[in-house]
């Protein structure tokens, strides 16, 4: 699908009266829009090679001005999806700590997409943000729908314990491993 094809939803504009991303909050962090100070530490996390190999879209090595164009492709008005970081700076915690992401689909459909920082690995903070993000349903999707790669069991456990069903095996390319990697794709009812 090519992304000029992509409906936005109900409610939602694009150009300069682009709908404002909203800020979410949780018991252990905050979602909110990235910002140009964000850069560091989203660096620092999307460079280790451990999690790039567990996304299809992160570059290992990373190459200098990958994240700060990240950036500025989710502050644009014009963007494709909503991104956030999750940041728990106020519970005491870094102030990025992780990021996720929904990209609408259809007027329907979305697809939500995150990492989490390896220091924040198997805290429950992505079970945490997803069930949020959920409730929150920023596009007021009927459904919503993700993939993870089947050596990354613990995403494939946030997704079930979010009420997201199990519907099929797939394959996504992984720039990190430069290869295709297989994957399960489930989908959540909003309704």
């Not at 996304?55 to 190459?63: A, G, N, Q, V």
């Not at 963007?79 to 992401?101: F, H, I, L």
């Not at 992505?126 to 949020?132: D, G, L, M, N, Y």
Request: aromatic share 8%; net charge negative.
């Amino acid at each position: 699908m090519s992304l000029d094809s992509l409906k936005m939803p109900a409610g939602a504009q694009s150009g300069s009266d682009a709908r404002a991303q909203q800020v979410i909050e949780a018991d252990r962090l905050v979602l909110r829009p990235l910002r140009r100070s964000d850069a560091g530490l989203i660096t620092l996390y999307s460079g280790d090679e451990r999690l790039a190999r567990m996304t299809t879209s992160i570059p290992h090595p990373l190459p200098p001005g990958t994240t700060e164009s990240f950036i500025a492709r989710a502050a644009d008005p014009d963007r494709e999806e909503d991104v956030w970081v999750m940041d728990g700076a106020g519970q005491g915690a870094d102030e990025v700590m992780g990021v996720v992401s929904i990209r609408p689909v259809d007027t329907s459909q979305c697809e939500i997409g995150y990492w989490v920082a390896p220091p924040y690995w198997n805290t429950g903070l992505a079970s945490e943000t997803v069930k949020v993000l959920i409730d929150a349903n920023p596009f007021r999707a009927e459904t919503m729908f993700a993939s993870v790669f089947q050596d990354n069991p613990a995403s494939a456990r946030v997704l079930t314990n979010a009420g997201f069903e199990y519907i099929g095996d797939a394959e996504a390319f992984s720039v990190a491993r430069n290869a295709k990697v297989a994957t399960w794709t489930y989908l959540r009812r909003m309704r």
